[in-house]
């Protein structure tokens, strides 16, 4: 079995190498009314000439780990957490290989998220430490036409980090 992996917070330093990181904006809002506060363009998901499909993730509590992962060499995937905290597992986009290299695991707060750059490699986001939901965008069809998995060794991942 591999070393355990920790959860590291999500940053838009240490995530830079995997894509983008969606959140609230530390800056001052654009606009504002009763009962509401608007950031505009917090970040932008690239244009892929086709349709984005909007999923969503019901996740409950499982042993951390995982044995899996795909990658989409045309599609920018993000991923937002609804409710709960995830654990959203990821290795560098490296086109000559066709398995990942080492993976990082990043914690998902509600209202956090991530935009996956095209080839990064990653699986199903894993409850943090209770039930959790989220929403996928990717470009429509991406399952059936642009994705490639892999099955390896169980990675485990540490559950109090």
């Known amino acids: 079995m591999s070393?355990?992996?920790s959860p590291r917070p999500l940053g838009?330093?240490?995530?830079?190498?995997?894509?983008?990181v969606v959140e609230q904006p530390d800056r001052a809002h654009d606009a504002e009314g009763p009962g509401w506060r608007w950031w505009a363009e917090?970040?932008?998901?690239?244009?892929?000439?086709?349709?984005?499909?909007?999923?969503?993730?019901?996740?409950?509590?499982?042993?951390?780990?995982?044995?899996?992962?795909?990658?989409?060499?045309?599609?920018p995937e993000m991923i937002v957490t609804l409710a709960g905290e995830c654990l959203v597992y990821v290795a560098p986009a490296e086109p000559e290989e066709d398995a990942p290299g080492e993976f990082e695991v990043f914690r998902l707060r509600q209202g956090q998220g991530v935009i996956l750059a095209p080839g990064v490699w990653h699986g199903a986001p894993l409850a943090a430490s209770g039930p959790?939901?989220?929403?996928?965008l990717l470009r429509e069809r991406t399952g059936v036409e642009d994705t490639t998995m892999v099955r390896f060794e169980t990675v485990p991942v540490a559950g109090n980090a």
Do not use: N, Q
């Open 132 to 136: 959790a939901a989220a929403m996928v």
């Open 42 to 75: 917090a970040a932008s998901l690239a244009a892929t000439g086709d349709a984005y499909g909007i999923g969503f993730l019901d996740l409950e509590p499982a042993p951390l780990r995982f044995d899996w992962a795909e990658r989409h060499d045309r599609s």
């Open 3 to 5: 070393a355990e992996l």
């Open 12 to 20: 838009s330093e240490s995530f830079a190498r995997y894509g983008t």
